[in-house]
């Protein structure tokens, strides 16, 4: 199994809420990477995980609160965030050792809409 | 200067041509390198890993110049399924440290 499951698929929401994204895999990947990409332009790096430890952090604004409970989710939590945050959000994994630990699998991604 | 460049496109090509595409890092350290394509409004997937001097798949040919910093791809008798936008990622610092350039755009046409 190389899937990687993200929910929800499109995310509308006002200013003031609070939501979260969700990111799943079971291929046994301990490194997990939150990605957010924007029309017409690459994936930007925003956290890393790491043995569900938090190893990378890309100066995200604090709005955005990532939480990786075990080794097979990933979380992002929104809040208060602005209408510039609407985006893809992509959620990747990667294992942690050899050759193959740079190759990274992607979810579908969560389209954001901020109002 | 960015830290992977490439030239964005788009690169308009009939079928059955042959087509490259450069990336340039500016990263030294970078230690291993890859190609995916993205669809529109799909995820990037894994095209190619280059970790050495190159490496062929099919009509993908990437290789690798440490020494110039370059990656490139070679797509040879194109597709109209060739048709993606195509991202150079660069590694370094192990498998944490990830950047993709800014890809490039391909259009095979019938």
């Known amino acids: 199994d190389t899937e990687v499951t993200q929910t929800p698929k499109h995310l509308v929401m006002g200013m003031t809420n609070k939501k979260s994204l969700k990111c799943e895999q079971h291929?046994?990947?301990?490194?997990m990477y939150w990605y957010k990409q924007k029309a017409k332009k690459p994936p930007e790096l925003m956290f890393v995980?790491?043995?569900?430890?938090?190893?990378i952090n890309e100066s995200v604004p604090s709005r955005f609160s990532p939480e990786c409970p075990n080794s097979s989710l990933l979380n992002l939590h929104l809040h208060a965030l602005q209408p510039e945050d609407s985006a893809l959000y992509l959620c990747?994994?990667?294992?942690?050792?050899?050759?193959?630990?740079?190759?990274?699998?992607f979810g579908p991604g969560t389209r954001l809409t901020v109002l | 200067r960015k830290e992977v460049e490439q030239d964005p496109g788009p690169f308009n090509v009939p079928e059955g041509a042959t087509v490259a595409f450069n990336c340039t890092y500016s990263?030294?350290?970078?230690?291993?390198f890859f190609w995916y394509r993205q669809d529109c409004r799909k995820e990037p997937k894994l095209l190619m890993s280059?970790?050495?001097s190159g490496n062929e798949d099919g009509r993908f040919t990437a290789q690798l110049n440490r020494a110039s910093q370059y990656i490139s791809l070679l797509i040879r008798d194109s597709k109209l399924s060739d048709s993606a936008t195509y991202l150079c990622?660069?590694?370094?610092?192990?498998?944490?440290?990830?950047?993709f350039g800014t890809g490039t755009k391909l259009q095979v046409i019938p």
């Open positions: 990747a994994s990667s294992t942690t050792s050899g050759r193959a630990a740079d190759t990274q699998y």
């Open positions: 291929m046994g990947h301990r490194a």
């Open positions: 995980y790491s043995y569900e430890k938090l190893s």
């Open positions: 990263n030294s350290a970078s230690q291993s």
């Open positions: 280059v970790y050495s």
């Open positions: 990622v660069a590694h370094s610092g192990g498998y944490q440290k990830v950047t």
